[in-house]
T-cell receptor, first 113, second 111 residues
Framework: AQTVTQSQPEMSVQEAETVTLSCTYD???????LFWYKQPPSRQMILVIR????KQQNATENRFSVNFQKAAKSFSLKISDSQLGDAAMYFC??????????WGAGTKLIIKP | NAGVTQTPKFRVLKTGQSMTLLCAQD?????MYWYRQDPGMGLRLIHY???????AKGEVPDGYNVSRLKKQNFLLGLESAAPSQTSVYFC??????????FGPGTRLTVT
């Protein structure tokens, strides 16, 4: 069975500093996709970043970047220059071959002003 | 372009009552999904559809039924609500593998 594990229920960071959220996963497939989604208090689920497993280059989107370690099955999210608007639940997810997303339990990110 | 919409946004049911949640998308997506989100957990897939007229079971399908009579609509039904079905329900759609677009969610309480 495929699983996604987020071992940090909560993280906090000072505004303008950098924080890294951890995610590990397990899959027997060689080709898959990984995602980080953000869920602010509004409840709306927003895609932050996407990584194709066949690509060695780590995905980046402005202040958000990932460290994708395929052999270690690790997919961490780095947020640089943290802003108050980054405060949210962050979910790591794995897309399986049936196009179904397997979700982690989430990490609550708190930004300290 | 409204994206993915869900109706209603909130609902309170008594145990044993039935209801239908409506999801609509205007992006011409083939794939649609229903998830539930419980406190402290990630989303869990209830049912999904890979095209008009098709449905399939996800991780937690018991107690729910779905229908996809039109490409743009995906209905989730609870025939006999139970307190264990108290949750936030999300609908999503996509073209298959790139990005799932989510609705705003429906908070359902079963007393």
């Amino acid at each position: 069975a495929q699983t996604v594990t987020q071992s940090q229920p909560e993280m906090s960071v000072q505004e303008a500093e950098t924080v890294t959220l951890s995610c590990t996963y397990d899959t027997s497939e060689s080709d898959y996709y990984l995602f980080w989604y953000k869920q602010p208090p509004s409840r709306q689920m927003i895609l932050v970043i996407r990584q194709e497993a066949y690509k060695q280059q780590n995905a980046t989107e402005n202040r958000f970047s990932v460290n994708f370690q395929k052999a270690a099955k690790s997919f961490s999210l780095k947020i640089s220059d943290s802003q108050l608007g980054d405060a949210a639940m962050y979910f790591c997810a794995l897309l399986d071959s049936n196009y179904q997303l397997i979700w982690g339990a989430g990490t609550k990110l708190i930004i300290k002003p | 372009n409204a994206g993915v919409t869900q109706t209603p946004k909130f609902r309170v049911l008594k145990t044993g009552q039935s209801m239908t949640l409506l999801c609509a998308q205007d992006m011409n997506h083939e794939y649609m999904y229903w998830y539930r989100q419980d406190p402290g957990m990630g989303l869990r897939l209830i049912h999904y559809s890979v095209g008009e007229g098709t449905t399939a079971k996800g991780e937690v399908p018991d107690g729910y039924n779905v229908s996809r009579l039109k490409k743009q609509n995906f209905l989730l039904g609870l025939e006999s609500a139970a307190p264990s079905q108290t949750s936030v329900y999300f609908c999503a759609s996509d073209t298959g593998g790139y990005e799932q677009y989510f609705g705003p969610g429906t908070r359902l309480t079963v007393t």
